[in-house]
């Protein structure tokens, strides 16, 4: 059953336009408030947001729809995505919302869910808010109205969190870390967390005007980050995205560590601890090369469908610990009940003590097959045709065993995502060009 409002993470969209305007939002909060707001008597529901401009609109009307539906609100400010999830755990929330669009322009924004124990909404309670939608907003006189207040301590208590995900007496002294904010929700706690764990850390993308979020920087621009680590003579360098809840790093030799390089190598470490606790969870999206390598190690590997929320679902059902996306997603369930950019990059750290490696060695056995991306426009109830399903067998003919040919909408905007991957890097390319140019968009 598909949902109207929801996508792949939440719901998201271009300010100003349906559905990230302030009266649904409103409603939005309503509807929030009457669905998750059930059994509790005193039901209170965090809310954090992001670095935008427009977090303060939507901040507001989500207060007030909270509000009118009996819920208390306490206001977090500007906090890392993951923070809100660990908060709403830790204060005995019914449920926590961060505004935001993660790692999208300014212009848009968006709504992130997590129930009690901080994790992401499954579809059946998405599929609820949205009935709730489709009713009048009402108050009952009879009732009062939920209270709203500041919380001013959530980022220390997020920090403590994050410290408490290594040994105590972990150091990271004699580091120079360069560390992207992406002008985004974690600007001021990522470089103070690794500063108050020894680092000589130098901060870029720390400077948020509400407009600058994601702008040339942060993990979905890594050729920033590694400018800069190079710049600053730094040992290595790491970036998150809008909302600090993906990690892209920085080797020694100035790579680009994504998101599969880092569960290889938080495998690994914890292999040779023997704490791993079964295998790996990737998505669609994982590299082959990923799979091939931990099956080298003899380390189980399976595929969720794309968002990190599936990737829990997986980790929960076969009662593993480890799993993540290319994009810098990396959930550690021993450690976090959701993706987190701080807590992955501490993972990483204490994994190359473990190992006794420098990070581009630690990661070297994990060969990467070659992979093209190319995004569609086109409206999101496009579906591929027959000369589309031709070209998408074509191409799994002539891969075999050897490669992987995946198409699938996006989540987030109005996109047909079409990815191949193989050992050639050319032929992969002209598969994918093939396959995207089949593809009939209405135009």
């Known amino acids: 059953m598909s949902r109207t409002y929801f996508g792949t993470d939440g719901i998201r969209g271009r300010v100003g336009i349906s559905p990230m305007t302030p009266d649904f939002v409103l409603c939005l909060g309503w509807a929030i408030g009457r669905v998750l707001g059930q059994g509790s008597e005193t039901p209170q529901i965090l809310v954090g947001k992001d670095t935008r401009r427009s977090g303060y609109m939507f901040e507001s009307a989500l207060e007030a729809g909270l509000s009118a539906a009996g819920i208390n609100v306490l206001l977090l400010g500007p906090q890392p995505t ?21 790692h999208n322009p300014h212009y848009d924004n968006g709504i992130k869910l997590f129930d009690a124990d901080g994790a992401k909404l499954p579809d059946e309670i998405e599929h609820r808010i949205e009935a709730e939608l489709e009713k009048p907003m009402d108050i009952d006189p009879r009732s009062l109205p939920g209270k709203a207040c500041r919380f001013n301590d959530a980022g220390r208590h997020y920090l403590d969190f994050c410290k408490s995900t290594v040994p105590e007496g972990f150091r990271l002294d004699g580091l120079r870390l360069l560390v992207d904010c992406a002008h985004g929700a974690a600007y001021q706690l990522a470089p103070k967390l690794f500063e108050e764990l020894g680092a000589d850390v130098v901060a870029v993308g720390a400077e948020p005007n509400g407009t600058n979020i994601n702008d040339g920087c942060g993990a979905t621009c890594p050729e920033y980050v590694c400018a800069q680590t190079r710049e600053h003579g730094a040992s290595l360098g790491l970036a998150v995205d809008g909302d600090g809840d993906r990690l892209i790093m920085v080797d020694e030799d100035g790579g680009i560590v994504d998101g599969d390089d880092l569960l290889y190598v938080i495998a690994r470490a914890r292999q040779v601890q023997g704490t791993l606790n079964g295998g790996v969870a990737g998505t669609q999206m994982s590299n082959l090369g990923l799979e091939k390598a931990l099956a080298t190690l003899k380390i189980p590997f399976e595929r969720a469908a794309v968002g990190d929320r599936y990737v829990q679902e997986l980790l929960l059902a076969r009662g593993w ?6 994009s810098g997603h990396i959930i550690c369930r021993d450690r976090a009940c959701t993706g987190d950019a701080m807590v992955a990059a501490l993972q990483t750290l204490e994994a190359l003590h473990i190992l006794g490696q420098p990070l581009c060695q630690a990661r070297s056995d994990l060969r990467k097959y070659p992979q093209t991306m190319i995004n569609v426009r086109c409206p999101r109830d496009r579906t591929p045709g027959p000369a589309t399903d031709a070209a998408v067998q074509n191409a799994r003919n002539e891969l075999g065993e050897q490669g992987r040919v995946l ?34 968009t209405g135009a």
């Open 82 to 102: 993951p923070a809100i999830a660990q908060l709403t755990r830790e204060l005995d929330a019914c449920a926590g919302i961060v505004i935001s669009a993660s």
């Open 321 to 326: 610990q480890l799993g993540g996306e290319t």
């Open 407 to 440: 198409l699938r909408p996006s989540g987030t905007e109005p996109v047909l995502r079409v990815m191949v991957e193989g050992e050639d890097h050319g032929r992969v390319e002209a598969l994918a060009q093939s396959i995207a140019n089949s593809i009939d």
